[in-house]
């Protein structure tokens, strides 16, 4: 008969050994779900830019719906380790939330400053004071991202307790 302190340390070491595909599976979704999200609010229903505003509406159109595929072959590519993880009863959920923090963060922190500002295929509206829109998008991004990174140093902390005990 298995104890509770079994499985309890069968499953701290199942997390252990699997802990970055846990990091990987969370942040592809909350890369795939972020770029979802910006092309669904501000390419398609704001109608502010497309992913690509450098030529005809045509080809802007067409790039968003590349970007569009990319970002949902992203979420579903998360999903589909997220569902092996499970199966695998190695899923840990605060870890892969740092990843989706992680994931969200770093696409939206690239998309406002190379995508917006290195590389100007778009901007995220056309106005004459677009640096309140940069100014949010990018804080934001970096809320994101130092969130991700605390959850995540704290899972690596209590895996590095867990395997030392």
Known sequence: ???NITKRSVTSETRYHFKMRNTISGY???LGFVAFFDEVVFHQLLHWH???DKSTTSIGLVSDG??????????IGGLFLFADLRR???LWLTRWWGGVL????IFQFFDGTIQHKVWRI???RYVDNVYIYDWIWNITAVIMIIAGL???LRTNRRTKDAKHA
């Open 1 to 3: 008969m298995e104890t």
């Open 150 to 152: 605390m959850i995540t």
């Open 122 to 124: 778009h901007q995220i």
């Open 102 to 105: 992680l994931g969200a963060g």
């Open 66 to 75: 590349l970007f569009h595929a990319f970002s949902w072959f992203a979420t």
């Open 50 to 52: 497309h992913f690509y």
């Open 28 to 30: 592809l979704f909350g």
């Open 88 to 90: 695998r009863s190695a």
